[in-house]
């Protein structure tokens, strides 16, 4: 999980809007409307095969030098971004159910003190993973 920065190729096409290739990460095409949209889709794709390798424990390719690239007259390059922390966060918020023990003291205390046991699982991981959310 980190933050990544890779080079899109954005290609304008002959019918309006842009085709969109990541030449370093297999896989990952997209396209836009316009270069709002283009930019937008440009970073979900991203995120969503860096995501994936990252699942995969595969390696994620280094990023390539944008001026080394060869280009078409129709196309430029521009730098997309992505963090596949808050990827992560935003598409896969799913609860998981965990089992598991504690000391009966400890279970009663936190009851008597209307403790919230999965708020507080969650807050001590996130602090001990130094996740600063």
Do not use: H
Not at 11 to 32: H, L, M
Not at 80 to 109: G, H, M, Q
């Amino acid at each position: 999980m980190a933050k990544y920065v890779f080079p899109a190729i954005f290609t304008k096409e002959d019918e309006g809007g842009y085709s969109i290739a990541f030449p370093d990460v297999e896989g990952a095409f997209t396209q836009g409307e316009d270069m709002l949209d283009g930019v937008t889709m440009a970073s979900d794709a991203l995120c969503l095969m860096l995501y994936q390798l990252e699942e995969e424990n595969k390696l994620v390719p280094p990023p390539s030098e944008p001026l080394g690239l060869k280009l078409k007259p129709n196309e430029f390059v521009t730098l997309i971004d992505c963090d596949t922390l808050e990827y992560r966060k935003f598409y896969d918020n799913k609860a998981v159910k965990k089992t598991l023990s504690i000391p009966a003291w400890l279970n009663d205390l936190a009851i008597k003190e209307g403790v919230n046991f999965s708020q507080t699982l969650q807050n001590a991981l996130k602090e001990k993973l130094e996740l600063n959310t």
